[in-house]
């Protein structure tokens, strides 16, 4: 099956600890995404990254990193996290000469 | 319409009935995409319009797109309980990490 895996569904913290959230696509595309998605369903980019480039949105918090081990893998980590990233972490894949995007299902991320 | 400082909207129609989402964005664009979200699953691409195009049809879905009052909207004709979902339209953006620049969504229910 050719698609964009997102592991876990769910994960439940405390704030302070850290958390990863891994993405994996089996599409061949060349760019992968991470989206933050609110309780309102309005979707934010963090980050965009191919094997050349790591683009970061600015408002993105430093406690947030991508990690790549090649290009069917975007991971995420938080380092110490807060309630206000309490969302649904969307992964997405693309060829970066197209412009649309292929999302995995989501990991939800309750901070207590 | 999706843009603007609004929150998610709701539209609540009974099955049968046609509706219309609308659009409006702030930056130049050729292309309009338009995703819908299953809950609990990630967005997908439904249909997508070039600025030469001015109406897209696929199935029960037509798109329309007028560059010069920069908005889109997306029709469902004759709705089923299926159709119930978070619908986006996004605009394509060049450079940053922000391909596509999603609005606020709305979400759609169909009634039986």
């Known amino acids: 099956e050719t698609a964009v895996f997102q592991t876990p569904n769910y994960h439940v913290t405390q704030v302070g600890n850290e958390v990863s959230f891994n993405c994996k696509q089996t599409?061949?595309?060349?760019?992968m995404y991470w989206y933050k998605q609110d309780s309102k369903k309005l979707l934010k980019i963090m980050f965009s990254?191919?094997?050349?480039?790591?683009?970061v949105n600015e408002t993105v918090p430093r406690r947030f990193s991508p990690q790549s081990s090649d290009k069917a893998h975007l991971n995420l980590r938080i380092k110490s996290v807060e309630p206000e990233d309490s969302a649904v972490y969307l992964c997405?894949?693309?060829?970066?000469?197209?412009?649309?995007?292929?999302f995995g299902p989501g990991t939800r991320l309750t901070v207590l | 319409s999706q843009w603007g400082e609004e929150n998610l909207q709701a539209l609540s129609i009974q099955e049968g009935e046609d509706v219309t989402m609308n659009c409006s964005y702030k930056?130049?664009?050729?292309?309009v995409h338009w995703y819908r979200q299953d809950s609990g699953r990630g967005p997908a691409l439904i249909i997508l319009?070039?600025?030469?195009?001015r109406e897209k049809r696929s199935g029960r879905l037509r798109a329309t797109l007028d560059t010069s009052s920069q908005s889109s909207s997306l029709s469902i004709t004759a709705a089923q309980c299926e159709d119930t979902a978070v619908y986006f339209c996004?605009?394509?953006?060049?450079?940053?990490?922000?391909?596509?620049?999603f609005g606020k969504g709305t979400q759609l229910i169909i009634q039986p």
């Open positions: 319009i070039r600025s030469n195009e």
């Open positions: 997405a894949s693309n060829w970066g000469g197209s412009y649309e995007q292929y």
């Open positions: 599409l061949g595309h060349d760019t």
């Open positions: 990254y191919n094997n050349k480039q790591l683009i």
């Open positions: 996004a605009t394509e953006n060049t450079g940053g990490a922000d391909r596509l620049t």
């Open positions: 930056t130049y664009t050729t292309v």
